[in-house]
């Protein structure tokens, strides 16, 4: 998966040609292909952004998946930028892959570094 997708129609493509083609096909608003320990694509609007991902040591990658799925979707709806929801998301990724259990205990440090991410409610 590092230099291209294999589409819906067996063709090899970028992300963001395989974007332009859900989007024209089906309506599609947003891409996410995950690539584990190497971060994320995000392709929206024509724009392809790669996001980095966050350095962890695998304990169990049962549950990532759906952490980072769903942090970057509460991200995203809350109104943050595509970009800043896949950094959070990464990170949380990262934090459920280096857990033992699929719903870790949040130590500080996650949770204060989670915060520096996601939108203040008060804002």
């Not at 230099?3 to 395989?18: A, C, E, N, S, T």
């Not at 952004?49 to 942090?71: I, M, Y």
């Amino acid at each position: 998966l590092e230099d291209y997708l294999l589409d819906l129609w067996r063709k090899p493509l970028q992300p963001r040609d395989f974007f332009e083609r859900l989007q024209k096909e089906y309506g599609v608003r947003l891409l996410i292909v995950t690539l584990g320990s190497k971060g994320c694509w995000v392709v929206q609007q024509g724009e392809c952004l790669h996001v980095p991902g966050v350095p962890a040591k695998v304990a169990s990658a049962v549950g990532a998946g759906d952490a980072f799925s769903a942090s970057f979707l509460s991200s995203w709806l809350a109104g943050n930028p595509s970009h800043k929801a896949a950094e959070q998301a990464n990170l949380l990724g990262a934090f459920t892959a280096s857990s033992v259990e699929t719903i870790p205990d949040y130590d500080l440090q996650t949770i204060t570094e989670l915060r520096g991410i996601a939108p203040n409610p008060q804002d």
